[in-house]
């Protein structure tokens, strides 16, 4: 999941002074102004791998979807087993236009509550959220309840010791959680929702919290010794070596889930029903292959491939790089792309043009740096 620039007047986040505080330089970023980094991009990405860091993720949507038949109405729109995901669960999903194109990738929890209506909580990509929101309302049924949490502040903690300093600080209220599960709790008087999940590739959790405790928990949560806040520039460094796609950039309304090697997001029963936006295109897809796939690259040198770089077989042009960059964790640069797909297999040897020079690359799986969530097998 991600988002992109736009050129409007930024908002400010509920821990703007907060960030400023800590030395961050600000930058504008999915429609507001958002830390990039405090004591630097490779410093606070190494930090992360190492220890845990705190992001700011504020600018996403929050959002719940609620009343009796929320979880078909959400299959309408999404081509995930909503209907199968038990309470306490979360699932990474997509919001398909009528083509199959990607509107959005979102997460989706079950938050119904025993005995209650049907609920379920969805994190959207900041710079897509009106869009979304928009679309949502004009696609949910009457009787389909939309609210915006736009009182409520979003942060993420990430890195091997966020589990431990995260118990230190709220003690017993993450329990056992694991990947993909998430609950709510009672910190003083702030109720906080947490998930097991993240962006990074490491084990983490993601905070919602009312957005006027954000400075208190944010605060809280660096004065343990394993946590620094983290600007947006590691964040995307990490979410590349993750290999994560970023929506704005490696997925969009011309991208569909086969090509975009997301098919693990089509359920098997949703891939038997159908019933979801541009179902037809996107079982064919999944049947006789797309005609483009997302591939993962890792460049020879040090010089990195940014978007928008043209690949090559040859003498052919076979693709564009969608987000390149040096890897601190490898000390290499890599790049995702979308290639034709004869040429996605890996293992293949391509070149990319950089600065009018042609780069040797290699397409190699997935991630470029082994996730590390926590699964309760370890």
């Known amino acids: 999941m991600s988002e992109s620039e736009d050129n409007a007047e930024p908002a400010k986040l509920p821990l703007d002074a907060w960030h400023r505080g800590q030395g961050a330089r600000m930058v504008p970023f999915a429609g507001y102004e958002m830390p990039i980094q405090y ?25 719940l979807v609620s009343g009796e038949d929320a979880a078909q109405a959400l299959e309408a729109l999404l081509p995930g087993d909503i209907a199968a995901l038990k309470p306490g669960r979360l699932r990474y999903s997509l919001l398909l236009d009528e ?14 509550a025993e005995g209650g209506e049907p609920t379920y909580y969805l994190v959207v990509n900041g710079a897509t959220k009106w869009d979304d929101i928009a679309h949502l309302r004009e696609h949910l049924p009457d009787e389909i309840t939309l609210t915006h949490l736009e009182d409520q502040a979003l942060l993420a903690v990430q890195g091997p010791e966020a589990a431990t300093a995260l118990r230190r600080v709220f003690r017993d209220a993450i329990g056992d959680l694991r990947f993909m599960q998430g609950t709510s709790f009672e910190f003083g008087e702030i109720e906080i929702g947490i998930s097991r999940s993240g962006y990074t590739g490491e084990d983490g959790f993601e905070l919602s919290v009312p957005a006027e405790h954000a400075e208190t928990i944010a605060g ?45 997001a089509i359920s098997k029963r949703r891939r038997g029903e159908g019933g979801f936006p541009g179902a037809e295109r996107i079982l064919g897809l999944l049947a006789d292959g797309a005609e483009t ?35 601190p964790t490898l000390g290499h640069p890599i790049a995702m792309g979308y290639v034709a797909s004869a040429h996605a297999n890996e293992g293949t040897a391509l070149e990319i043009e950089v600065r009018g020079k042609r780069l040797p690359a290699t397409v190699t ?14």
């Open 293 to 327: 796939r997302r591939v993962r690259l890792v460049l020879e040198g040090r010089l990195p491939a940014r978007e928008g770089a043209t690949i090559f077989s040859g003498d052919a042009e076979v693709g564009r790089v969608t987000s390149g960059g040096f890897a």
């Open 365 to 378: 799986a997935m991630p470029f740096v082994p996730h590390n969530y926590y699964r309760g097998d370890k």
């Open 220 to 264: 809280r949560l660096c004065a343990e010794i394993e946590i620094k806040p983290i600007g947006l520039g590691a964040r995307d460094s990490l979410r590349l070596e993750a290999g994560l796609p970023l929506y704005g950039h490696d997925l969009s309304p011309d991208t569909d889930p086969v090509s975009a090697d997301l098919t693990f």
């Open 39 to 63: 004591e630097g991009i490779v410093a606070e990405h190494e930090w992360t791998r190492a220890h845990a860091g705190l992001f700011d993720v504020s600018h996403m949507g929050q959002l």
């Open 99 to 112: 083509n199959g194109g990607i509107l959005d990738d979102l997460m989706v929890t079950n938050v119904t």
